[in-house]
């Protein structure tokens, strides 16, 4: 078995190619875009303006069988101002002397970053894909879903890490989102919210963009492992999903005449992305032809001071409406914290992000 940091641009292409190996056999796999992760891990992005990273692939009987980066953000800190590493971009066969092997090695660049803590699987921070799945491999995967065999979460326990938080999706039929949708609006008809929920106008994604990026800070500074961004960074991250959004797909929650919340629905467009197999000269083609059935309500988010219990449910609410009057038929509430739903529906797929002490 060997490690190899990676150091060139081949390196990164098998880096980046590799996880067509681990995946090979799974016909319901969401190949990311080769583009993307390149534009990360090269350099280009917003990200490596004040980000770092180091790369590791292993080699064992003279394959490649495992990868891993481990990453820092500077901005990410725990309570004391101690810095927090990462590893992310994690893919590994079934071999935990593999994967120990791929999580030392990123231990051992993060220790001399200076990294107190670490954090994983986490790929530069909250605003890029981290956390495992660790429940509900039996469903079928939604569009920017975290996805991975089932045996990553063991592979990261085995090497000492513990979880650090938790979330949660739903996978709900019109039957469901019809019951929830009915009791909420008879509780709003009692107590509706003192503001409004505004379709927000996606003509000019660069407006869009701006103004749900003003609210990233109040709305998401409590939220694990998120950090600021500046809209650069954002729009980066954010424009790929903006552009496939349904007119009224994202709303603003307006209060006294300012924004004070959003949130995000769009059609899971998981079959064409899957089609696109890794290349994103495609993306959106689809749009206009393809007719998916399931909607993802993908976040709902407000400043403290507007978190009333009316408020997010009138949030919550227009996210089952809307897909509702379009006639989805079936609705996944994506990656919510416990108890989003209270107990109107069951918790169907779990999400984990782990943590390791390195003092």
């Known amino acids: 078995m060997k490690i190899l940091p990676v150091q060139d641009r081949d390196g990164l292409a098998e880096f980046i190619e590799f996880p067509w190996k681990v995946y090979a056999n799974d016909p ?6 080769r583009e993307q992760v390149f534009f990360e891990l090269s350099g280009a992005s917003a990200f490596s303006r004040y980000g770092r990273h180091q790369l590791f692939l292993c080699e064992a009987d ?8 481990a990453l820092i953000n500077p901005k990410l800190v725990d309570g004391n101002g101690n810095l927090f590493g990462q590893l992310g971009y994690f893919e590994c066969i079934d071999d935990s002397g593999i994967a120990a092997a791929l999580v030392e090695a990123g231990i051992g660049w993060l ?14 921070g909250a605003h890029r894909l981290h956390r495992f799945m660790t429940r509900g491999f039996d469903r079928s995967p939604f569009l ?8 990553y979460p063991k592979l990261f326990e085995k ?14 039929n019109r039957e469901g989102a019809a019951s929830v949708l009915n009791q909420y609006d008879r509780i709003l008809t009692r107590r509706p919210p003192p503001g409004h929920l505004e379709p927000l106008s996606l003509e000019s994604p660069q407006e869009a963009t701006a103004r749900i990026h003003r609210l990233l800070d109040p709305c998401w500074s409590d939220h694990f492992g998120y950090t600021s ?14 552009s496939i959004v349904s007119p009224g797909g994202i709303a603003i929650y307006v209060e006294n005449g300012r924004d004070a919340g959003f949130l995000v629905v769009y059609p899971d467009y998981s079959a064409d992305v899957r089609a696109l197999a ?5 993306w959106g083609k689809w749009l206009g032809q393809s007719h998916p059935k399931r909607a993802v309500l993908y976040t709902t988010a407000l400043i403290p001071e507007a978190r009333k219990s009316s408020v997010a449910m009138a949030s919550v609410a227009y996210c089952f409406r809307q897909p509702f009057a379009e006639g989805f038929e079936e609705f996944i509430p994506a990656i919510v914290v416990e108890g989003y739903l209270g107990r109107m529906a ?7 992000l782990y943590v390791r002490s390195l003092t």
């Open 62 to 69: 003279g394959q490649l069988a495992g990868r891993i980066a």
């Open 111 to 124: 220790r001399t970053q200076g990294a107190h803590q670490v954090l994983g699987p986490m790929n530069g």
């Open 278 to 282: 890794g290349h994103a000269a495609g």
């Open 28 to 33: 319901s796999w969401i190949p990311p875009l």
């Open 346 to 352: 069951e918790q169907t797929r779990e999400y984990t």
């Open 159 to 172: 090497c000492g890490f513990t979880p650090a938080h938790r979330w949660f999706s739903y996978d709900m």
């Open 144 to 151: 920017f879903e975290p996805r991975n065999p089932p045996y």
């Open 229 to 242: 961004l500046d809209l650069e960074e954002f729009a980066e991250g954010f424009r790929g999903g903006l």
